[in-house]
C-alpha cells in the first residue's frame, strides 16, 4: 500500500478563493508528521506546513492550513485567498517515528492552477 | 540566512564520465538527505545522512552511486560511470529535527 496518496490529478482555483489539496496517508507507527511542500515550475521545493501526529490542533502558516483528520488518516492542505504566485505542484510528505527517523516519503503530487 | 547550497545548477556530460554533485547544508542541521526527481519515478530519497554518518542508502540505485559527507558542512553525490538513465533533478536538503529544507537541485542530462 502507498504510504502517501494524492488522487487529484490536476486542480483550478479562481484567483481570491480558497482550494483544498487531498491527501491520505498510511501508517502504523503513533508518532509520525506530515508535510506539505511546494515546487514552482522554477524547480525548487518550499516548505509551507508542518503537522505533528499528536498536535491537538491543526497547523497553520499565513494562508496555509492543514486540515488534519487523524481517524480518517487525511491531512488536506488548505490555501485561502488564491493567489496567481500559488500555480505550482504541491507534495504532501510523512515522516514516520521520532526525529530519529528522518526519512521522509512523498507523494506524486498535485498540480494547482490558479486563474485569474 | 544562506539555505541549502547545491552545485552545480546544470549539469550536461556524455554517458560513461563522472559527475560530482555538491551540497553544503543549512548550518546546524543535522540531517542531510539526496533525493533524485523524474518525471516516471517522482521524488525518490537516495541517501541520508545524521551527523555525517550514512544512515539509509537503500535508495541508491546501484553501485554507480556513492555519497560522502566528510565534514558537517558538505556532501558529495557521485555517479561513475554516468547513463542516460540517469538524467533527473539531484535534491539536497537539510534538517534540524523537523521539516526538511531542501536545495534549489542539480538538473543533470547524460547525453
Known amino acids: 500500500a502507498q504510504k502517501i496518496t494524492q488522487t487529484q490529478p490536476g486542480m483550478f482555483v479562481q484567483e481570491k478563493e480558497a482550494v483544498t489539496l487531498d491527501c491520505t496517508y498510511d501508517t502504523s507507527d503513533p508518532s509520525y508528521g506530515l508535510f506539505w511542500y511546494k515546487q514552482p515550475s522554477s524547480g525548487e521545493m518550499i516548505f509551507l506546513i508542518y503537522q505533528g501526529s499528536y498536535d491537538q490542533q491543526n497547523a497553520t502558516e499565513g494562508r496555509y492550513s492543514l486540515n488534519f483528520q487523524k481517524a480518517r488518516k487525511s491531512a488536506n492542505l488548505v490555501i485561502s485567498a488564491s493567489q496567481l504566485g500559488d500555480s505550482a505542484m504541491y507534495f504532501c510528505a510523512m515522516r514516520e517515528g521520532t526525529g530519529a527517523n528522518s526519512k521522509l516519503t512523498f507523494g506524486k503530487g498535485i498540480t494547482l492552477s490558479v486563474r485569474p | 540566512d544562506a539555505g541549502v547550497i547545491q552545485s552545480p545548477r546544470h549539469e550536461v556530460t556524455e554517458m560513461g564520465q563522472e559527475v560530482t554533485l555538491r551540497c553544503k547544508p543549512i548550518?546546524?542541521?543535522?540531517?542531510l538527505f539526496w533525493y533524485r526527481q523524474t518525471m516516471m519515478r517522482g521524488l525518490e530519497l537516495l541517501i541520508y545522512?545524521?551527523?555525517?554518518?550514512?544512515?539509509?542508502d537503500s535508495g541508491m540505485p546501484e553501485d554507480r552511486f556513492s555519497a560522502k559527507m566528510p565534514n558537517a558542512s558538505f556532501s558529495t553525490l557521485k555517479i561513475q560511470p554516468s547513463e542516460p538513465r540517469d538524467s533527473a533533478v539531484y535534491f539536497c536538503?537539510?534538517?534540524?529535527?523537523?521539516?526538511?529544507?531542501f536545495g534549489p537541485g542539480t538538473r543533470l542530462l547524460v547525453l
Open positions: 548550518s546546524g542541521h543535522d540531517y
Open positions: 536538503a537539510s534538517s534540524f529535527n523537523s521539516a526538511q529544507y
Open positions: 545522512f545524521n551527523n555525517n554518518v550514512p544512515i539509509d
